[in-house]
């Protein structure tokens, strides 16, 4: 288990490296394609400062190991897979990796071949040339279009853990369109603007000239070379066909029993992990990262027959310490049962389809922003509905602006306050970010009572509680009605220094924990101890009469002393 685990992250380590390689190949090739819509001298240009990194010696080797050895991998994967069953973005994957260098050898064999062995000038403007209102065209728009999604596509399943990726997705997606369609959009104006000049004789014979045209003998010389490497591949990928159903016959000899709690009971070959037998049989099994080992959602609880699996290797082990599993429980895709087992998942999507990947809970160490209007009760008496309802909307549409500009969200709305969280990378910029969007939401109160002013309506007055600490995040409540929230005890606590503030008279609590982990040097503020309900012991916190004060809170070597004012105990 320890040498296969080994082998497939060495593996998983060289199928990233060589295709972020090729990926920013891939990436600057339709760039520069694509500025055949401004000149052929740009296209010429872009090309040129291109292969002064892709035809140099260090590059030639970088990039085409890189080839070979993706394409290997490909191969590999259709040998040593145990059941092409798998999830549709792995088979698109799949199927376009295996594709690709079928389609790719055509295109190298009359390049960068043509210009090492017969010195064609392989220009961007010759290739297009060759091939415009050709099938080979269409061939090579269609190579295009495959390079890029199966690139795209392993891309974002490499990094949709992260949350900067997540966050950014729109961007992502929208230039995942962009960039092929203005390759293609640069390689169609250019087309046209090849074909006039061809259709001229003169300049025709010149341009053949500058390219060094090929002659009948050359071309069939490519296309032999190009048959070739087609017969090349198509024996190793009927060679890994072969094997791969040589070692299906072989495992069918020896097959394994499993009972799912609450599912089907199944007999698959020996040899695939618990979560290829689930798939084989179509049972529903979550795996949010395919089986990589990686999110742990696959988790299983062995109710029998776990006595014959291989102790969990290290990686596993640590994987399962983290989400604090209990006693008997292995992830499915890193377990191979050899004897009957019975089996309990731990997520199951039949049933629960509706549900998104936050509604298994996430824990992470966040700040939040606990808002209350003062005397909303005491100002609203008598006052019709509609007047009540409209006083808040524009309370609210002048503070939350602020909020979500400095990268919080607001978690749910309290009638007259709300719950904000900043859900960031990390703690420090989640704690900066609350600051950034208290001292926000007070400027634009200033800002809004003038308005009230004068309307010759009082004006608002806010208590604001900041914490950070530990929370859950996830989406609680029945299935198909489950919203997104925030749980947790920093929660309460950034709710009781909201309550606090209306007995101190300031308009804002802020915890020291917040304040430390936003950079800011707490010795010389004048941090009160509060005992708050449901905390065992007093919590430092710093009052401020108004969101002003928190501009001398600034994070960084110098951080001046912010002028507090004494809390009355």
């Keep these: 288990m320890t040498a296969q685990l080994w082998r497939g992250n060495w593996m998983t380590r060289a199928r990233i490296a060589s295709g972020l390689v090729l990926f920013t190949f891939v990436l600057f090739h339709l760039l520069n394609i694509g500025l055949g819509l401004f000149s052929p001298q740009w296209l010429e240009t872009g090309q040129m400062l291109r292969e002064i990194v892709t035809r140099s010696l260090t590059g030639t080797v970088i990039l085409y190991t890189a080839l070979l050895v993706h394409a290997a991998l490909a191969l590999y994967s259709l040998a040593a897979r145990r059941s092409l069953r798998m999830p549709w973005w792995n088979a698109l994957q799949f199927v376009s990796g295996l594709a690709i260098p079928l389609l790719l050898i055509s295109h190298i064999t009359h390049t960068r071949l043509a210009h090492a062995l017969y010195g064609v000038n392989d220009q961007m403007d010759y290739l297009i040339a060759l091939i415009w209102n050709t099938a080979d065209g269409w061939t090579q728009a269609l190579l295009l279009l495959t390079v890029w999604v199966h690139g795209c596509v392993g891309l974002h399943f490499w990094l949709r853990s992260k949350p900067w990726w997540n966050r950014l997705a729109p961007l992502w997606s929208g230039l995942a369109m962009l960039i092929p369609a203005y390759a293609l959009a640069g390689f169609m ?219 919080g969200s607001v978690d749910k709305y309290l009638g007259d306050g709300l719950l904000a969280v900043f859900e960031t990378e990390d703690m420090q910029s989640s704690a900066r970010a609350a600051l950034r969007a208290a001292r926000g939401l007070s400027m634009a109160l200033t800002t809004f009572n003038a308005e009230l002013e004068r309307e010759g309506v009082p004006p608002i007055r806010i208590g604001v509680g900041l914490h950070l600490g530990d929370l859950v995040l996830g989406e609680i409540g029945a299935a198909g009605n489950a919203p997104r929230t925030i749980i947790g005890d920093t929660v309460n606590t950034a709710s009781r220094l909201e309550g606090r503030t209306r007995d101190l008279e300031v308009e804002f609590l802020i915890s020291a924990p917040l304040l430390e982990a936003a950079g800011i040097d707490t010795a010389p503020l004048p941090l009160i101890e509060l005992d708050l309900r449901g905390r065992p012991a007093p919590l430092k916190a710093l009052p401020l009469k108004d969101g002003s004060m928190l501009d001398h809170l600034t994070p960084g070597p110098a951080v001046a002393q912010a002028p507090a004012i004494p809390a009355r105990e």
């Design 189 to 407: 104006t250019e087309g046209r603007r090849i074909t006039e000049v061809f259709a001229d004789p003169a300049a025709r014979t010149l341009e053949m000239a500058r390219f060094h045209w090929p002659d009948r003998q050359v071309f069939q010389s490519l296309a032999g070379i190009e048959l070739h490497g087609r017969e090349v591949f198509l024996a190793l990928l009927l060679l890994a066909a072969v094997i791969h159903l040589l070692r299906r016959l072989l495992r069918r000899r020896c097959s394994v029993r499993i009972r799912y709690v609450n599912g089907p009971e199944t007999t698959s070959p020996c040899g695939l992990t618990l979560l290829e037998m689930s798939q084989l049989h179509g049972v529903p099994h979550t795996a949010l990262c395919g089986g990589r080992g990686r999110c742990t959602t696959c988790r299983v609880v062995i109710e029998a027959g776990g006595e014959f699996l291989a102790p969990p290797s290290p990686a596993e082990a640590n994987s399962l310490r983290a989400v604090n599993a209990g006693p008997n429980t292995r992830l499915a895709c890193q377990i191979r049962p050899t004897h009957p087992m019975t089996v309990f998942r731990v997520f199951r999507p039949d049933g629960r389809r509706d549900r998104a990947h936050a509604s298994r809970g996430q824990e992470r160490q966040l700040a939040i922003l606990f808002l209350d209007m003062r005397g909303f009760t005491a100002r609203t008496a008598g006052q019709l509905p509609y007047d009540v309802v409209f006083l808040l909307n524009r309370f609210f549409d002048a503070i939350v602006p602020p909020i979500l500009e400095a990268g």
